[in-house]
């Protein structure tokens, strides 16, 4: 599978530093904080990797916004990159969780 | 929207033998219905939907095969004929009366949308090979479809010549998606020209004489900032991500450089069309806009 699932019709995520469960302490990495939405859990690292830290995202379906044309390019900018992430990995073999 | 023409057939009592006030009324010849085909209204909006992959199961950017399959039959059973796009840009409307036109497009130039098997035949699950089979089944669908490449067209660049040969034999079209999928919001006009060029050198190596390549589909729909009109040097339209219906070239509304598609999703086609998920049946005046509607005359409009 390749690209990012809107599983929401819109939803606002934040990507900031955090911790995951799993991953023990002293290793932080970058998480989607996502306001109610159901993020898959294996898309957190992939949407975070390819928003950027620092950076809040806006992930919404095209029929949300009033530059919808704006919405639907940051969608699909998201998925470029994270088809781009997930390209990189599968050639060095890393698991990306 | 259908209508029902009522044919008065008074004429036919001209032609009646004279009668007497003592002779009894002719019995009242009921009148009769031809139903017609949809008022024609060339100054109405088009879809032109936009496509990614061509896969086994939805997603977000994947239209499965079968979804695919049945957005065809819906279209088609709603009146709706393929247009091509070169065609929409140059305001061409070889569209039969009372038909709607429809563009097709694809983006990313993915193996999904045209991809051979080990025995040398068309995939039928990719997206050119469900487009054959269609047409096979309905001819009067017509074969236009447009695939917006990058560096790699349909994954494989030693297969572009044998590939693109063939879309142009049936009837499809070719654009530009820039070779490395570029931002061009921050390039300007003159810097998305020297990109397409730069393309355009690579495409012109694969492509059959003939064949035209005059529109651009943005990479993330994003167009260069400012004053597009520079672009007419190489391009005719540029078509944006999202999300409405496009005007007809020669309406005042029209921008030929910010030119609206539809995500073929299944959101967009309820938003847009009235089209509930899967579903392929005739539906009463779907549209949620004004829809174009052909008059059959194709050297005026």
């Known amino acids: 599978m390749s690209g990012i699932q809107i599983v929401e019709r819109a939803f606002r995520c934040e990507v900031r530093r955090a911790l995951l469960p799993g991953r023990g302490e002293g290793k932080p990495l970058l998480a989607v904080q996502a ?63 | 929207m259908k209508y029902l023409l009522l044919i008065s057939q008074a004429w036919l009592l ?9 002779q009894p009324a002719p019995a009242a010849v009921p009148p009769v219905s031809v139903e017609t085909s949809l008022e024609a209204n060339e100054m109405g909006r088009i879809p032109i939907l936009e496509y990614h992959s061509i896969g086994p199961t939805e997603y977000r950017w994947t239209r499965s095969a079968e979804n695919f399959r049945k957005d065809l039959e819906w279209l088609y059973n709603n009146d709706y004929v393929l247009l091509s796009i070169e065609d929409y840009a140059h305001d061409r409307y070889p569209i039969p009366a009372g038909k709607k036109p429809v563009v097709l497009t694809f983006d990313d130039g993915k193996p999904n949308q045209f991809r051979y098997l080990e025995n040398g035949e068309i995939d039928p699950d990719c997206a050119v090979g469900i487009l054959d089979r269609f047409h096979e089944e309905h001819p009067d669908f017509g074969t236009a479809a447009v695939f917006y490449l990058n560096r790699y067209p349909f994954g494989s660049v030693a297969e572009a010549p044998q590939k693109l040969a063939y879309l142009y034999q049936t009837g499809r079209q070719i654009g530009y ?24 050198k690579m495409l012109e190596k694969w492509m059959p004489e003939g064949m035209p390549l005059s529109t651009l589909a943005y990479p993330h729909g994003w167009g260069p900032a400012g004053d597009r009109q520079e672009l007419s040097a190489m391009i005719s339209v540029g078509l944006l991500i999202g999300a409405e219906p496009a005007y007809p070239l020669y309406h005042e509304k029209a921008d030929p450089y910010r030119t609206p598609r539809i995500q073929a999703i299944d959101d967009e086609w309820l938003r847009h069309f009235g089209r509930p998920a899967g579903t392929i049946e005739k539906q009463d005046h779907p549209e949620k806009f004004d829809v174009f509607v052909s008059d059959g005359i194709t050297d005026e409009i």
């Open chain 2, 177 to 200: 998606h820039t070779l490395d999928h570029n931002d061009l919001r921050y390039l300007g006009a003159g810097g998305t020209l020297a990109v397409l060029n730069e393309q355009k």
């Open chain 2, 14 to 22: 001209f032609f009646l033998p004279p009668q007497t006030p003592a």
């Open chain 1, 35 to 97: 306001d109610g939405a159901r993020v898959p859990a294996g898309l957190l690292d992939g949407l975070a990797l390819a928003l950027g830290e620092g950076r809040d995202g806006v992930l919404v379906g095209p029929d949300e916004g009033t530059d919808r044309n704006q919405r639907c390019g940051e969608a699909d900018q998201a998925d470029h990159k994270l088809s781009k992430l997930e390209h990189f990995t599968s050639l060095v073999g890393a698991d990306k969780r």
